[in-house]
């Protein structure tokens, strides 16, 4: 099949070319092309930004089986991919989020049929608006949409909290706290790239999948701390944890309410037998320590022209110490 990646070589996406194009997939990437990261053997490349009409306009001349789009995050972006691919494509993939589903949570695991309700995130919100304009136009015969929700993946980064994963590894380096919101029953599902892109490229090109939303994610979920002792384990360097309610994080800085009470902030478990009916089941997912080891050298390497946001770090130094947990 001829297949169209809008990103392509994302945190994400770039597993999912890899292994479209192993399976013999006729792949083209559409980015800025600024990721010094080699494309797999075989996939071409149109260099444009998804934002300039113009560059879009050369696509809207194409016609591939597949869209993939990685880099949709606005009800405008969707609209104007439905301009440019009804009735240019066999099959379009929306990546939405997992993060959209309903919070606080309703209870059990998430299945694909949860309410899309975010009402502290506006990056979830804005997922959620887009998903009922593509179904709106997959109704009108205009799109044949698949929608994938990704709950928390990495692969070239370690999962963030209230800061971001590099601004974590740079804490533990310099021997400051880790903050951990929440308490230590607090589980989040992780999911490494290569897992979820196995997952993924059974969906494409099958008709079973058009009209339908699934989330793709691996049945692996960790305490917070257990994921950064293992991280630390990594680096080779030990660490120290201090847990502090999601509200108290979120009233020192509202920045963090929506990756926490929007997102993070709650324990995260899936019910995959939608996924499974396409795609299978991994049975044994990348463990924890085998995806941190091979994130660790990119990470490493950003650290090293890393600017850190101190701002935040002190912040987060200050509520340690309140708590009693001195930097």
């Not at 092309?33 to 494309?39: A, C, V, Y």
């Not at 015969?141 to 929700?149: M, Q, S, Y």
């Not at 044994?284 to 320590?289: I, K």
């Not at 990470?299 to 022209?305: D, H, I, K, P, Q």
């Amino acid at each position: 099949m001829r297949i169209l990646y809008i990103g392509g070589t994302g945190e994400i996406s770039y597993e999912c070319l890899r292994g479209c194009a192993s399976a013999g997939h006729r792949c083209t990437v559409f980015n800025r092309g600024r990721d010094p990261e080699p494309l797999p053997e075989g996939v071409g490349r149109i260099i444009g930004d998804i934002t300039d009409a113009a560059a879009c306009a050369s696509l809207a001349r194409e016609r591939f089986d597949i869209v993939c789009q990685f880099r949709g995050y606005s009800v405008e972006d969707a609209r104007r991919d439905i301009e440019l691919f009804s009735g240019n494509c066999g099959q379009y993939v929306f990546i939405s989020s997992a993060s959209a589903y309903h919070k606080p949570p309703l209870g059990g695991r998430i299945t694909e049929a949860t309410p899309l309700h975010n009402p502290y995130w506006a990056y979830s919100q804005a997922k959620a608006d887009m998903e009922r304009v593509l179904f709106e136009a997959l109704s009108a015969g205009r799109l044949p949409l698949t929608v994938v929700r990704p709950s928390h993946t990495y692969r070239r980064r370690f999962p963030g909290m209230s800061v971001s994963g590099d601004d974590q590894a740079w804490r533990i380096l310099n021997g400051r706290p880790v903050v951990i919101h929440g308490d230590e029953s607090l589980q989040w599902t992780l999911t490494h790239a290569r897992d979820f892109a196995t997952l993924l490229v059974p969906l494409l090109g099958q008709e079973e999948a058009l009209g339908q939303a699934y989330h793709i994610v691996t049945d692996t979920a960790f305490t917070f701390e257990h994921m950064y002792r293992t991280i630390a384990g990594v680096m080779g360097v030990q660490a120290r944890f201090v847990h502090l309610p999601v509200e108290t994080l979120a009233k020192a800085n509202p920045d963090w309410a929506g990756p926490l009470l929007g997102d993070k902030g709650w324990t995260t478990l899936f019910d995959t037998s939608k996924l499974e009916r396409i795609s299978g089941r991994i049975e044994r997912p990348m463990s924890l320590g085998e995806g941190f080891a091979a994130a660790w050298p990119y990470v490493r390497e950003r650290l090293r022209s890393f600017v850190p946001d101190m701002r935040a770090h002190d912040l987060l130094d200050r509520l340690a110490g309140d708590a009693g947990v001195a930097s």
